[in-house]
């Protein structure tokens, strides 16, 4: 199963851009990239999945580069709200199509 | 959101009393899982099921069975709890097994003396 590397903390500053960064070196050509965040201890909050190409939504952008072996999540205004643990993921095809989570990256966004 | 809920919320129990956990879903979604979260491990899925009456097994399976007579419940069952299933436990859905978004629930926190 592919696994992912995060950078365990990143501080971001109210109102600026988010940059979080994933490598993901070993996914397959059929697993998509999701990711997904937690504040507290509440269930984990779907953010935005990739495969190929770049993805926007309302709540963020991902970057996946042309080898597949990295990207980034973008938050373009990160608010205080936006402070939670993020999670890089590879969606594998086997036991359901199940999430590997890693140890994610805490973000703290400050005032 | 997802129509997800989770029962019971909290829970304590005793070392080897059987102990049931409820995922229930409004969204008639086909897949459900249930994940267990623990510090230093992230989210570890245990079990999770393809359809009515339809479950296999996840990573971390031992000392967990599940049940699904229903598309809407998905059951997980400790059979005789012991203080190592501690944790805190999720149920997600999902309509397909790549594509298709998984939602979480809110959480089920057991603490098992």
């Known amino acids: 199963d592919a696994k992912t590397t995060q950078p365990p903390s990143m501080d971001c500053a109210e109102g600026r851009a988010a940059n979080l960064p994933c490598n993901h070196s070993?996914?397959?050509?059929?697993?998509?990239v999701y990711w997904y965040r937690q504040i507290h201890s509440q269930g984990p909050q779907y953010i935005i999945h990739?495969?190929?190409n770049n993805e926007t939504n309302e709540m963020a952008s991902l970057i996946i580069t042309e080898d597949r072996k990295s990207s980034t999540l973008i938050l373009p205004h990160a608010t205080l709200r936006d402070t939670a643990v993020y999670y890089c993921?590879?969606?594998?095809?086997?036991?359901?199509?199940?999430?590997?989570f890693g140890q994610g990256t805490e973000l703290s966004v400050k005032p | 959101d997802a129509g997800i809920t989770q029962s019971p919320r909290h829970k304590v129990t005793e070392t080897g009393t059987p102990v049931t956990l409820r995922c229930h879903q409004t969204e008639n979604h086909r897949y459900m899982y249930w994940y267990r979260q623990d510090p230093g491990h992230g989210l570890r899925l245990i079990h999770y099921s393809y359809g009515v009456k339809d479950t296999d097994k996840g990573e971390v399976s031992d000392g967990y069975s599940v049940s699904r007579s229903k598309t809407e419940d998905f059951l997980l069952t400790l059979e005789s709890a012991t203080s190592s299933q501690t944790s805190v436990y999720f149920c997600?859905?999902?309509?397909?097994?790549?594509?298709?978004?998984?939602?979480f629930g809110p959480g089920t926190r057991l603490t098992v003396l």
């Open positions: 990739g495969l190929k």
């Open positions: 997600a859905i999902s309509e397909t097994t790549l594509v298709d978004t998984q939602y």
């Open positions: 993921i590879v969606r594998v095809s086997n036991q359901g199509g199940k999430l590997i």
């Open positions: 070993t996914i397959s050509g059929n697993e998509y």
